[in-house]
């Protein structure tokens, strides 16, 4: 993994809003670096210090850039842990509206309809509807209510979203 890799960093003072799923997938990734992949990279470069020259060794210089990127990640998923503001969709009381955690189905221009549900920034699998709630779309949506119609302005041009159905699974 490389800073490539990092996801962009959240604007400052922005909150890091998150499911209880997304949360708990943070937490798992932090401790299967830390407590599984870590340990067996610590291992291997230990073992290829004790061979000698570390300057031609390849396991020892592979497994030294792999723990830097596990640490790197690790203080990454660390801040966001510790930054982040769980919000349980299912405990949403006011459910006429589009919060945080909406399942959300929209019509557009041509017709045809989509289903989003609006997460966190770390969660956000576009392929498999799930939009961070800082995407145009999500921001379009955000406040309205069943019959609503938004404008979405779009890389590939502006768009009207009718809101067809609010949910909170």
Avoid: C, H
């Amino acid at each position: 993994m490389s800073d490539e890799d990092e996801p962009p960093p959240i604007p400052a003072g922005t909150p890091f809003y998150t499911t209880p799923s997304g949360y708990a997938a943070l937490q798992a990734e932090m401790a299967a670096l830390w407590y599984g992949e870590r340990p067996k990279v610590t291992e291997i470069v230990s073992w290829a210090a004790g061979l000698g020259d570390r300057s031609e060794n390849a396991d020892y210089q592979y497994g030294k850039r792999r723990l830097r990127e596990i640490d790197r990640r690790v203080r990454f998923l660390r801040q966001r842990i510790n930054a982040a503001q769980v919000i349980d969709p299912t405990a949403q009381t006011r459910r006429d509206r589009v919060y945080f955690g909406a399942t959300v189905t929209y019509a557009r221009d041509d017709d045809s309809e989509a289903t989003v549900m609006i997460v966190g920034s770390e969660e956000a699998v576009a392929g498999q509807g799930r939009i961070s709630w800082l995407s145009p779309v999500a921001r379009a949506l955000l406040g309205k209510s069943v019959g609503d119609t938004v404008r979405v302005t779009l890389p590939g041009g502006g768009e009207a979203l009718e809101i067809v159905a609010i949910d909170y699974r």
